[in-house]
């Protein structure tokens, strides 16, 4: 027969073992329920939409789709999303459930024929069609690119277009905010630039004069622009048009590049040589912020004959030869002794940075001169006090 103590001894294992079961029962029921809980809402989170798709200008529908990440490629992602081809999404994808992982958004032909008061807004007429000036009822305005029915690589084009800018972000790129594809019509809708083309300001004469402070600070943006899409993007992009057609100036004069329709990320082999013809585009960011007819072979020091003559007496000649010579070393025909779009960005900042601080010591000798004026003055009203 078991001893009294020996059975308070039983009871109290018995009892403890019981409790240890019972806890971890209870834990491991609590870790399944979490577990079951965060897998149902990672499955929900994959088929539910990243963005919303506008309708009408106004609100948002419930329709969305993340099937375009699978073939955007967002700076800092895997590679391997580069081997999503472009043409796959539009091919395999629903128009109506096509919407962007980067925060485009999708509008109606009704929206864009009404906030275009039926088409009647030119902007201008490219090779990939009109482009139409928008105010949707928020007030928002915005430039919508109509791709003709007849343009040849208008759909390829169309595809390039959304995949490229969707993911690329960058206040000296002109940013495609939405597109329609809808009763037949295949739209781009791009922020609005307000002052219109480079180009138009350079070579027509009814458009303001464009300092050389200005012009400085837009081949610093374009440059700005350019070393984004070479070194920022993933993978890097070669515009391959680039031309003042296709700077876009905002309200405050600074500068965008636009038109990626002849972006081709093909260019960018990782396998060989890294980007090939990687500084044809380096060629015209800055030619075109002073001289129009600046010539590959031509000496920095012909720039006077070659210099914007609205900017004769109007520009630091010492500022202006240091460009020349940034462009200058931009057109050599080997590539190997071109310098790179950063290294351009940064000559470009330091003239900029003499610029400012000429400007700084102008204004404080105009302050000094002005103090110096007041102490005449003072001195002369003393001297009259003195003398009553
Ligand atoms: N986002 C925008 N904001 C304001 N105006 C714009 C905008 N995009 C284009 N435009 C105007 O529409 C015109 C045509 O633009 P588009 O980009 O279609 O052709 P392009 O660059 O002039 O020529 P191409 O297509 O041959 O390169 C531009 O010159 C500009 O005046």
Request: net charge positive; glycine share 8%.
């Amino acid at each position: 027969m078991a001893h009294k103590g020996d059975l308070v001894v039983i009871g109290i294992s018995v009892g403890l073992a019981l409790g240890i079961l019972i806890a971890s029962l209870i834990f491991f029921g609590i870790w399944w329920y979490k577990k079951r809980s965060n897998l149902q809402q990672c499955s929900n989170e994959s088929t539910l939409p990243t963005v919303p798709i506008r309708m009408n200008g106004l609100g948002t529908s419930n329709d969305f789709s993340a099937s375009l990440a699978s073939s955007v490629t967002i700076r800092g992602s895997e590679h391997s999303q580069k081997s999503s081809p472009v043409s796959s999404w539009w091919n395999h994808h629903s128009k109506d459930q096509f919407a962007s992982a980067s925060g485009i958004l999708r509008y109606s032909y009704k929206d864009i024929q009404k906030a275009t008061q039926k088409f009647t807004t030119v902007l201008g007429q490219g090779s990939f069609g009109p482009v139409y000036k928008a105010v949707m009822p928020t007030g928002e305005v915005l430039a919508v690119k109509v791709l003709a029915s007849n343009s040849k690589q208008g759909g390829k084009e169309f595809q390039t277009e959304i995949s490229l800018l969707g993911r690329l972000h960058h206040r000296n790129l002109v940013n495609l905010l939405g597109y329609c594809v809808d009763k037949g019509s295949h739209m781009l809708i791009y922020q609005f630039m307000s002052n219109g083309s480079l180009a138009n300001h350079l070579y027509n004469d009814e458009e303001r004069f464009l300092s050389w402070e200005e012009r400085l600070q837009i081949a610093l943006d374009i440059s700005h622009g350019i070393e984004y899409l070479h070194e920022g993007a993933v993978p890097p992009v070669i515009h391959r048009d680039l031309k003042s057609a296709n700077i876009l100036l905002d309200q405050s004069m600074r500068a965008k590049v636009a038109d990626f329709g002849l972006s081709n990320e093909e260019v960018f082999d990782e396998h060989t040589s890294g980007l090939k013809d990687r500084l044809n585009p380096k060629c015209s960011t800055l030619v075109v912020s002073f001289a129009p007819s600046f010539k590959a072979g031509m000496s920095p020091d012909g720039v006077d004959e070659i210099l914007d003559k609205k900017l004769v007496g109007e520009c630091n000649i010492e500022e202006v030869r240091d460009l020349a010579a940034i462009a200058h070393k931009c057109l050599q025909k080997f590539q190997r002794k071109r310098p790179s779009i950063g290294e351009v960005s940064q000559a470009i900042l330091k003239i900029k940075q003499r610029l400012l601080d000429r400007e700084m010591s102008r204004e404080f000798s105009r302050v000094l001169s002005r103090i110096e004026d007041q102490q005449v003055e003072l001195s002369r009203m003393a001297s009259r006090k003195d003398g009553d």
